[in-house]
């Protein structure tokens, strides 16, 4: 009897060969493989997630951007379109004070002609009167003279006008 | 109490080849083993649940084992490295199940411990080439080739030994319990004798070729 | 035969050895650990190492008197 058996030796080397190429190819390849393939996936999901992230925050700086410039551009049309109001309104204003200045002006020309028209008749009617007066006192001459009553009419004229 | 294996079987070519229980028990650790791991992978979901969790834990745990001692060359010898382990801690705890364990035999653990030291040679050659294998039994200086020749027996040897030293120790401890007390403590002490010491010694095995591949590698 | 038991009782008192030993490195290896908490992964290491190595000399003594008790029967 001896403490090594050589054909159990051999056996066991063998053995062990088989052994270690079944559980590679079954066991320790596989499950390796398929924890790095899961490793990489996560990995790719991570990265990918940061990504969207960042992408969406561009985005809202770009959208934020753009708000501001309508909201810039629409202040901007207000303000214009509150000045050409403005302006405007000052316009009309003025224009309307002209006119109303223009229409005083003819109605105190009217006014003026008007007075002067009056007194003219005036002159005229009071003329007649003093002349009809003067003829009943003197008698019954009449005086149709235009010349003298023109003359009477221009010397009572400035003696009224004094 | 015999310290060989008795013969199971004889292969009646080349004048009979004897099959002995080490080399049947073998063969039945070799069938459990290719079932599980048939059985285990199947099915397998991106999030693991069950037994799929408890596989990936273990394989994982071997990988950044490997990872961490040998760097770069962890691929090669993780399945090496797993396959002896799992190897090991089936054939020393098998006498719960009432099977002799193989590595109770010399002839079996002499087997590993040279392959164990085939494999670390062929890490060598792999890391440094044949040149440099051959360079490394003359470093650091000359003067070390005796001892360098020597390491190369005396590894394979204490490995075997120990491994074989320790099974047996504790088979025959547990034979000399049960003649005394038959019941109950033999169950409590072969927790002790059979699970921690062959998980220990398996720890122990693979603990060793890795620290010889490392040292080859480096 | 008794004289081959005294043999291999003689050759299994290598075992103090190796009790001595491995006694010496775990303590130090406590030690270690307590000085210094995060090293606890290669302190385990070393520990392991050293006491398969320390170990390895019961182991021998153990074969001995295997080899004593079955190969030098008479």
Do not use: C
């Not at chain 1, 403490?3 to 066991?27: A, E």
């Not at chain 2, 760097?71 to 993780?78: I, L, R």
């Not at chain 2, 020597?150 to 204490?158: A, E, G, K, N």
Request: a negative charge; charged letters at 20%; aromatic letters at 10%.
């Amino acid at each position: 009897m001896s403490l090594i058996n050589p054909y159990t030796f051999i056996f066991t080397i063998i053995n062990l060969v088989v052994l270690y190429l079944i559980l590679r190819k079954f066991l320790f390849k596989p499950v390796t493989q398929f924890m790095e393939e899961r490793s990489e996936r996560i990995r790719n999901s991570l990265d990918e997630a940061d990504r969207k992230v960042h992408e969406a925050n561009e985005l809202k700086a770009q959208y934020e951007e753009i708000l501001k410039k309508a909201d810039d551009e629409g202040k901007a049309i207000i303000d214009r379109a509150e000045k050409y109001a403005k302006e405007k309104a000052e316009k009309i204003i003025e224009e309307a004070n002209i006119e109303a200045k223009a229409i005083i002006e003819r109605a105190k020309e009217e006014a003026e002609t008007e007075k002067i028209k009056a007194m003219h008749d005036l002159r005229v009617s009071l003329s007649h009167l003093i002349i009809e007066a003067a003829s009943k006192a003197i008698g019954n001459i009449s005086i149709d003279d235009d010349k003298i009553i023109n003359e009477v009419v221009k010397e009572a004229g400035a003696s009224w006008n004094k | 109490m015999e310290i060989g294996q008795s013969v199971v079987f004889t292969i009646p070519i080349f004048g009979g080849i004897p099959v002995t229980t080490t080399v049947v028990v073998t063969w039945i650790i070799m069938a459990i083993l290719t079932i599980a791991s048939l059985i285990v992978t199947r099915g397998w979901n991106q999030v693991p649940t069950g037994v799929q969790n408890f596989v990936e834990t273990i394989i994982d745990a071997l990988n950044s084992f490997t990872k961490d001692a040998l760097g770069e060359y962890w691929a090669s010898f993780a399945p090496y490295l797993g396959t002896v382990a799992l190897y090991l801690i089936l054939a020393n705890t098998i006498d719960l199940f009432g099977l002799t364990p193989p590595t109770k035999d010399l002839s079996a653990t002499s087997a590993l411990a040279i392959m164990s030291i085939i494999v670390v040679i062929i890490a060598s050659i792999k890391a440094k080439g044949l040149k440099g294998y051959a360079k490394s039994f003359f470093e650091p200086m000359p003067f070390f080739f005796p001892m360098k020749i020597l390491d190369m027996f005396t590894r394979p040897l204490s490995l075997a030994a120990r491994l074989f030293g320790n099974i047996i120790a504790a088979f025959i401890i547990m034979g000399l319990i049960s003649k005394v007390v038959p019941i109950v403590v033999p169950a409590i002490l072969s927790i002790y004798f059979d699970l921690f010491d062959g998980a220990l010694q398996m720890v122990v095995f693979v603990f060793l070729t890795m620290l010889y591949i490392e040292e080859a590698v480096e | 035969m008794n004289l081959l038991a005294i043999g291999a009782g003689i050759a299994a008192i290598s075992g103090i050895g190796a009790g001595i030993g491995i006694g010496i490195a775990t303590g130090k290896a406590v030690e270690a650990v307590s000085r210094q908490p995060e090293a606890r992964g290669s302190v385990m290491q070393f520990l392991l190492l050293g006491g398969a190595l320390s170990e390895a000399t019961a182991i021998y003594g153990l074969l001995v008197a295997f080899l004593i008790i079955f190969f030098m029967k008479p």
